[in-house]
């Protein structure tokens, strides 16, 4: 059934514009693929077939920052690869938002030592947290889902 079905001849759809923008954005997120741990595994697990994120428009996980608007920072990032990550980071156009996915990357996980930083958000700003050492594809999923209710309440003031 179609969308000409369910409304008939009325034939106008009205919304303002942050709607509109934030509809596009949502819809076709293209995620840098940041794996450094075992939470790569199940983020690669959320491109296959079973889980299927390109429902979201998510269709391939991009390797160059210079085309990606979504980093998934999945397992822990060392303070020798922090500089890395943070570089990648500003490479990125705007918007732009990081899931840390794992416990690893969210907290240092299991790892308190002086090599491994204690959350990810200590390099970059993080807007959606992940849990599960290491996360299922579902969790990164939910992870995305509520990334997206995010970005539809952003408003134009805040764009620059």
């Known amino acids: 059934m179609g969308l000409e079905q369910k409304l008939g ?7 303002t514009l942050e709607q509109a923008v934030n509809w596009g954005r949502t819809n076709a997120m ?3 693929l940041f794996g450094l741990a075992c939470c790569a ?5 959320a491109q296959s077939s079973n889980y299927d994120v390109s429902r979201f428009g998510m ?3 991009r390797a160059s920052p210079r085309q990606s608007d979504l980093m998934i920072v999945a397992g822990r990032v060392t303070r020798k690869m922090a500089p890395v990550l943070r570089r990648l980071y500003d490479q990125m156009p705007d918007p732009k938002w990081v ?3 794992g416990d690893c990357a969210s907290s240092g996980g299991i790892f308190n030592n002086y090599a ?3 959350g990810v958000d200590e390099v ?4 959606v947290y992940v849990s599960g050492c290491p996360p299922r594809p579902e969790n990164l999923i939910y992870g995305i889902m509520k990334l997206h209710e995010k ?6 003031t805040k764009w620059k």
């Open 124 to 127: 970059v700003p993080v807007d």
């Open 116 to 118: 491994i930083v204690q």
């Open 30 to 32: 293209w995620p840098m």
């Open 9 to 15: 001849n009325m034939g106008v759809i009205t919304m």
């Open 59 to 61: 269709e391939l996980m």
């Open 151 to 156: 970005v539809r309440q952003e408003k134009i």
């Open 41 to 45: 595994m199940e983020m690669i697990a």
């Open 99 to 101: 899931v840390a996915m």
